[in-house]
């Protein structure tokens, strides 16, 4: 239903000219967002597809391979730096978290350097389901992302949209 003139209303400092332009404009199919949005759809129902014959949902592998990742570089890996790393909120971490140990794919014990932290770590079952399952979404990656060319750049470019480094930390935020 196209917009009436008398109910534009300056928004966000937009003239009634720019908005009524905006508006008229305005196409789902050049939205980086909308794109971004429907990329993001599609990437989840590939990996959701190759994870389930794995046995495990997307939120369990990114937990698992996050607390593998971690845990190869040396470190001891606590719950809310798996939590972050990962990208997911405490209490839905610690939920995935939980299945994840009662699967025998991961334990949860006390910190070495802080008793109020839990350590994390992978057991022998874990690590061999998380090596295969980082294989199959790596090669499922190349076939996705092979019909684009430049992955390199575009890894880079959402690596800064994301705010993640090469090591998927969060970056610093820049003020």
Same mark, same amino acid.
């Given at each position: 239903?196209?917009?009436?003139?008398?109910? =534009?209303?300056?928004? #966000?400092?937009?003239?009634?000219? /720019?908005?009524?332009e905006a508006i008229r404009t305005h196409s789902a199919g050049n939205s980086l967002g909308f794109m971004l949005w429907h990329a993001s759809l599609r990437w989840? &129902?590939?990996?959701? !597809? *190759?994870?389930?014959?794995?046995?495990?949902? +997307?939120?369990?592998? +990114?937990?698992?391979?996050? *607390?593998?990742?971690?845990?190869?570089?040396?470190? *001891?890996?606590?719950?809310? +730096?798996? /939590?972050? +790393?990962?990208?997911?909120?405490?209490?839905?971490?610690?939920?995935?978290?939980?299945?994840?140990?009662?699967?025998?794919? =991961?334990?949860?014990?006390?910190?070495?350097?802080? !008793? &109020?932290?839990?350590?994390?770590?992978?057991?022998?079952?874990?690590?061999? $389901? !998380?090596?295969? !399952?980082?294989? /199959?979404? #790596?090669?499922?990656?190349?076939?996705?992302? #092979?019909? *684009?060319?430049?992955? #390199?750049?575009?890894?880079?470019? $959402?690596?800064?949209?994301?705010?993640?480094?090469?090591?998927?930390?969060?970056?610093?935020?820049?003020?």
């Open positions: 239903m196209p917009v009436r003139e008398d109910e =534009i209303e300056e928004v #966000d400092g937009l003239s009634d000219t /720019a908005l009524r989840q &129902r590939t990996m959701d !597809a *190759v994870l389930s014959t794995l046995g495990l949902t +997307h939120a369990q592998f +990114h937990m698992l391979a996050t *607390v593998w990742w971690l845990s190869r570089e040396g470190a *001891v890996p606590n719950q809310r +730096h798996v /939590a972050e +790393h990962a990208g997911m909120g405490e209490v839905m971490a610690s939920q995935v978290l939980r299945s994840l140990q009662k699967n025998e794919l =991961i334990v949860r014990s006390t910190h070495p350097d802080d !008793a &109020r932290a839990m350590a994390l770590s992978v057991t022998a079952r874990g690590k061999e $389901l !998380a090596e295969r !399952a980082v294989a /199959a979404v #790596d090669e499922v990656e190349r076939e996705f992302f #092979d019909q *684009v060319d430049g992955t #390199d750049d575009l890894l880079e470019k $959402l690596r800064l949209l994301a705010g993640r480094t090469a090591a998927g930390d969060a970056q610093e935020r820049r003020s």
